[in-house]
């Protein structure tokens, strides 16, 4: 079965201009034609790469180009970006929110033009006395192929001096078989003349598809619904400027509408006229293979017999895609609880890792499988896509490490994007999380990804965060010169921590064929600083037809990182909300203290102490009044860190019997027991002619 990218269709134009929909059109024809699940893994063995592209394709969807709003994985938070853009910079309409809905109005950068995005239903026919949607199998060129026919309908934002935003479209049958929801992309999606009228179309490749589908369609049990992808290019509100004026950027966001009716629900009869037979949807079929004293299960689509899906081996911290690289891990002052507790935020993403290792090796099963099922193409492999995979963590708990899981029903979770979560936790258990990211074990938080295949057996994919673990690259490779000995590449260490080359492998793409190439000039175990760059020579083993490779990928999965704790730490720790918790401080005096020798004829009345972000206290000779408290709001940081406290600042005002009142310089202490300083009032000095 040929491995189709999903079809967009684009609508409109920013002011009505061709040139916009000519280059949106070619940004989405840029994507690439497949699209590997996984990221590599810095430090993980065997896992996925790029190089494994044949193994692993799967369509490019429109969920690859426009992040959707209402997701955490994709959004980045972790990282500094450029200062945002004012309004008037703009040159893409403006949402009013920082995650738009099709029921919000946009406007023009200018305010002048106001814009909204449409909705769209499934068309209907009129057959005798009943309505049908108008849904059907054509033949294109020898092919049975799907066509669904749907209408725009306004959106429940239009009104009077309002238009319709550009947006992309395209358009995804999702159905439920027992153990999973299936999104299948239609690959191909056309507007008529009006732009009013969606026809797509998905062709049908083999009769088990044919069958299932139909029998999708026609089940209250499936669930079939069309969805249509909205693609949106806006301008979103972000952070303040300087100067207090809003900020935005430009973010290509996905808004994705279910076309009603949903469910579609087919006639017995219109199935039957589109070829559907009596059966119901087929469940996936459930294979597992054993590798290095494990098994490990696919399931294979019984519609689609060359497809199958798995899981990932393992869950691991996530770096950045570009720029420093840094780990996606923030750690930041949360809000209080009510007894004014300090609390720290701890977010993260995650990313899938694949053992490449093991799925090739599962290839010739699989192959034999799909086979014998009357399977006749390519092998494609996706991660399974669970719609409800639950994190469990090992949390610390009342300050002591934790081996029971719990759930934590906020995370967000896709089996192939990743996980955001956010956990919040006392300043005690954090402790423990913190000894751990710069300790021996360097194991912060224990947990696992629980993917139960919509009630089936549950399966439980690892999460563990590492810092000298990460999925990610860490090294910038930049191509050099073409010499007769081979390619010469530059290596750049990208991150905040020294590296240890162990291996590097490198792989040259040929069409479909994968040649691997020898790294020279590069000594195993090679160590680079933060920044510092090293020359090698890729050699392939037999002479490339020209024009040479298509493409040569890097895996850097036996790249070591050597965590430096104070770089790691000042990249993840958001000093923007400063992190404070209060300290109780006692001031104190005693009696002799209130009398001077060199002032015979004059008493303290009282000390005032005022102490630096905190509160102020009273002391009288008063034997109830010799010692008081207040507050003073300190960092949190060295609770963390274990790095020394800051020092408390105070001065003391003396309030003399007489009426003058001295007032000391700032004083620095290192406890939290202070003593007033006593100081004399300032001397009145006498005008000199006054003393004549």
């Known amino acids: 079965m040929p491995n189709v990218n999903q079809a967009f269709a684009v609508k409109g134009g920013v002011a009505g201009a061709p040139a916009a929909r000519v280059a949106m059109t070619a940004a989405l024809a840029a994507q690439p034609a497949t699209r590997v699940p996984v990221a590599p893994a810095a430090g993980a063995k065997s896992s996925v790469t790029v190089a494994h592209a044949a193994t692993m394709q799967r369509p490019v969807?429109?969920?690859d180009v426009f992040i959707n709003p209402t997701r955490g994985i994709g959004l980045v938070k972790f990282i500094p970006l450029p200062p945002p853009l004012r309004r008037s910079e703009l040159t893409v309409p403006v949402a009013p929110t920082a995650a738009p809905a099709d029921t919000d109005v946009f406007e023009s950068a200018d305010g002048g033009k106001r814009y909204v995005l449409p909705r769209y239903a499934i068309a209907f026919d009129k057959l005798g006395l009943f309505e049908e949607p108008r849904i059907a199998i054509a033949d294109r060129n020898g092919t049975p192929t799907l066509v669904v026919t749907l209408n725009e309908t306004p959106s429940p934002a239009a009104g009077a001096g309002t238009s319709e935003i550009p947006h992309v479209l395209a358009v995804t049958l999702k159905f439920r078989v027992p153990e999973i929801v299936q999104a299948i992309p239609f690959s191909s999606v056309l507007l008529d003349a009006t732009e009013t009228v969606i026809t797509?179309?998905?062709?049908?490749?083999?009769?088990?598809?044919?069958?299932?589908?139909?029998?999708?369609l026609a089940s209250l049990n499936a669930s079939a619904t069309f969805v249509v992808g909205r693609g949106i290019t806006v301008g979103v509100p972000t952070e303040k400027l300087p100067d207090g004026a809003q900020g935005y950027r430009q973010r290509s966001l996905l808004l994705e509408w279910t076309a009603p009716p949903a469910p579609i629900v087919l006639s017995e009869a219109q199935r039957d006229r589109l070829g559907g037979g009596s059966g119901g949807v087929q469940p996936l079929i459930r294979h597992r293979v054993a590798f290095a004293g494990k098994n490990?299960?696919?399931?294979?689509?019984?519609?689609r017999p060359e497809h199958f899906y798995f899981l990932p081996d393992r869950f691991l911290l996530a770096r950045a895609?570009?720029?420093?690289?840094?780990?996606?891990?923030?750690?930041?002052?949360a809000a209080t609880t009510g007894d004014d507790t300090p609390r720290i935020a701890f977010e993260f993403q995650a990313r899938p890792v694949i053992d490449a290792n093991r799925v090739d090796a599962a290839h010739a099963q699989l192959e034999a499988a799909a086979r014998q099922r009357g399977g006749t193409g390519a092998l494609e492999l996706e991660i399974m896509p669970d719609p409800q995979p639950l994190l469990r963590l090992a949390l610390p708990q009342n300050g002591a490490p934790s081996s029971a899981m719990t759930e934590r029903s906020g995370a967000?979770?896709?089996?192939?994007?990743?996980?955001?979560h956010v956990e919040t936790m006392?300043?005690?258990?954090?402790?423990?999380?913190?000894?751990?990211?710069?300790?021996?074990?360097?194991?912060?938080?224990?947990?696992?990804?629980?993917?139960?295949?919509?009630?089936?057996?549950?399966?439980?994919v690892p999460l563990e965060l590492r810092i000298d673990k990460t999925v990610g690259d860490v090294l910038n490779v930049a191509p050099g010169a073409a010499t007769p000995e081979g390619l010469e590449y530059r290596l750049v260490n990208a991150i905040e921590s020294a590296?240890?080359?162990?291996?590097?492998?490198?792989?040259?793409?040929?069409?479909?064929k994968r040649i691997p190439l020898r790294v020279d000039r590069l000594a195993a175990g090679q160590r680079l600083a933060p920044g510092e760059k090293i020359d090698i020579l890729l050699v392939?083993?037999?002479?490339?037809?020209?024009?040479?490779?298509?493409?040569?990928?890097?895996?850097?999965?036996?790249?070591?990182?050597?965590?430096?704790?104070?770089?790691?730490?000042?990249?993840?720790?958001?000093?923007?909300?400063?992190?404070?918790?209060?300290?109780?401080?006692?001031?104190?005096?005693?009696?002799?203290?209130?009398?001077?020798?060199?002032?015979?004829?004059?008493?303290?009345?009282?000390?005032?102490?005022?102490?630096?972000?905190?509160?102020?206290?009273?002391?009288?000779?008063?034997?109830?009044?010799?010692?008081?408290?207040t507050t003073v709001r300190v960092p949190i940081e060295p609770l963390i860190t274990g790095a020394p406290m800051p020092p408390i600042r105070y001065r003391t005002e003396t309030w003399w019997g007489s009426g003058g009142i001295g007032v000391s310089e700032w004083r620095e202490a290192d406890g939290t027991i202070l003593f007033p300083v006593k100081t004399a009032p300032p001397v009145k000095t006498v005008p000199s002619d006054e003393r004549h």
């Open 61 to 63: 969807r429109v969920d």
């Open 200 to 216: 797509a179309e998905l062709p049908l490749t083999t009769p088990g598809q044919h069958l299932q589908i139909l029998a999708a």
């Open 296 to 303: 490990h299960s696919y399931w294979q689509d019984p519609a």
């Open 321 to 333: 895609p570009e720029g420093d690289r840094r780990p996606l891990l923030r750690v930041r002052a």
């Open 412 to 420: 967000d979770i896709d089996l192939e994007a990743g996980l955001a």
């Open 426 to 460: 006392g300043v005690e258990d954090f402790q423990l999380v913190y000894q751990a990211l710069f300790g021996a074990s360097l194991t912060l938080l224990r947990g696992e990804v629980r993917a139960a295949m919509s009630g089936g057996d549950p399966e439980d």
């Open 499 to 512: 590296v240890r080359i162990d291996r590097l492998a490198a792989t040259a793409m040929v069409g479909a």
């Open 540 to 629: 392939a083993p037999e002479p490339i037809p020209a024009p040479g490779p298509d493409a040569i990928f890097f895996d850097q999965s036996d790249v070591a990182v050597e965590p430096d704790a104070q770089a790691l730490w000042t990249l993840v720790f958001d000093r923007s909300a400063t992190a404070q918790m209060t300290r109780q401080v006692t001031v104190e005096a005693v009696p002799l203290l209130f009398s001077s020798p060199d002032r015979p004829n004059d008493r303290v009345a009282a000390f005032v102490v005022t102490v630096e972000h905190g509160g102020t206290v009273r002391l009288t000779e008063k034997e109830t009044e010799l010692k008081g408290a």
